[in-house]
């Protein structure tokens, strides 16, 4: 089993930034692919941004490329989303998954890739 609680999020202008923090649980975190979706209010959960179990690959929504970072420390069991020129359409709450599953592929941007999930951390961006 894998617990995963995410951290790091808040208020923030439009143009700043904030780093999400996703720390799991389990022995076996180096192994699983990871990934951050959000959901807004009223609307359905979609994919942010996606990383490989060894780190070394990830993927993003069109929305976000160029803005947000995904990355891992391995040591601290930990994946990061550092979020750059916000906008307030990207206010919403933040989830970090853990696919459980032999991953071979860089990709992994749909909700049933992943088996666990966090609680979620709220994003709001005022303009």
């Known amino acids: 089993q894998v617990q995963l609680v995410e951290s790091g999020g808040g208020l923030v202008q439009a143009g700043g930034s904030l780093r999400l923090s996703c720390a799991a649980s389990?022995?076996?975190?180096?192994?699983?692919?990871m990934g951050w979706f959000r959901q807004a209010p009223g609307k359905e959960r979609e994919f942010v941004a996606s990383?490989?179990?060894?780190?070394?690959?990830?993927h993003y929504a069109d929305s976000v490329k160029g803005r947000f970072t995904i990355s891992r420390d391995g040591a601290k069991n930990t994946v990061y989303l550092q979020m750059d020129n916000l906008k307030p359409e990207d206010t919403a709450s933040y989830y970090c998954?853990?696919?459980?599953?032999?991953?071979?592929?860089?990709?992994?941007?749909?909700?049933?890739?992943?088996?666990?999930w966090g609680q979620g951390t709220q994003v709001t961006v005022s303009s």
């Open positions: 998954a853990a696919r459980g599953r032999i991953s071979v592929y860089i990709r992994y941007d749909r909700i049933a890739d992943y088996d666990y």
């Open positions: 990383i490989t179990w060894s780190g070394s690959g990830s």
């Open positions: 389990g022995r076996t975190f180096s192994s699983y692919a």
